[in-house]
T-cell receptor
Framework: AQTVTQSQPEMSVQEAETVTLSCTYD???????LFWYKQPPSRQMILVIR??????QNATENRFSVNFQKAAKSFSLKISDSQLGDAAMYFC????????????FGKGITLSVRP | DTGVSQDPRHKITKRGQNVTFRCDPI?????LYWYRQTLGQGPEFLTY????????KSRLLSDRFSAERPKGSFSTLEIQRTEQGDSAMYLC????????????FGPGTRLTVL
């Protein structure tokens, strides 16, 4: 079974600084998708960034980028120029391609941003 | 496109009562998922529909839980004889047929069982 591990329960970053959130996963599949989702307090979960395992190039979305290390099964999220609105829980998630496209989530990390 | 909606947003019930939640996916999204999120944990998969067909159920979905998606539009999740351990956030997500690797989540229904 696939598992996703986020070992850091909390992190804090100064506004305008850069922070990296860690995620590791375990799978025997060679093709799959990885995601970072953001869940602000009392608000719905939104997709931050997506990475296809067959792509070697790391995904980037504005201030958000990933460091995808397939051999190490590592998928970290870097947030540059942190903003107060980035404060939220962040979940790493895995999905393998196939008829059933369920997501497997990590436990999440709470990110706080200091003004 | 108004996003995925869920009703109610909050539900408080007494142990042993039945509850039903509703999820309205984004229009034309043929895939619909239910997840459960307990405090301090990530969402856990419960069940999945493609159109009106329920294609997979997690072991977490005991026989007290039932989900339906009549006509392939909205979905309902019913919990019978609720237990305190059922207290959680119940999340619904949908995805379109042409981009089935992105799931759009609703705001969730927070269930508290007293």
């Amino acid at each position: 079974a696939q598992t996703v591990t986020q070992s850091q329960p909390e992190m804090s970053v100064q506004e305008a600084e850069t922070v990296t959130l860690s995620c590791t996963y375990d799978t025997s599949e060679s093709d799959y998708y990885l995601f970072w989702y953001k869940q602000p307090p009392s608000r719905q979960m939104i997709l931050v960034i997506r990475q296809e395992a067959y792509k070697q190039q790391n995904a980037t979305e504005n201030r958000f980028s990933v460091n995808f290390q397939k051999a190490a099964k590592s998928f970290s999220l870097k947030i540059s120029d942190s903003q107060l609105g980035d404060a939220a829980m962040y979940f790493c998630a895995y999905r393998y391609p196939g008829a059933n496209s369920k997501l497997t989530f990590g436990k999440g990390i709470t990110l706080s941003v200091r003004p | 496109d108004t996003g995925v909606s869920q009703d109610p947003r909050h539900k408080i019930t007494k142990r042993g009562q039945n509850v039903t939640f509703r999820c309205d996916p984004i229009s034309e999204h043929n895939r619909l998922y239910w997840y459960r999120q307990t405090l301090g944990q990530g969402p856990e998969f419960l069940t999945y529909f493609q159109n009106e067909a329920q294609l997979e159920k997690s072991r977490l979905l005991s026989d007290r839980f039932s989900a339906e998606r009549p006509k392939g539009s909205f979905s309902t999740l019913e919990i019978q004889r609720t237990e305190q351990g059922d207290s959680a956030m119940y999340l619904c997500a949908s995805s379109p047929p042409d981009r089935n690797n992105e799931q759009f989540f609703g705001p969730g229904t927070r269930l508290t069982v007293l």
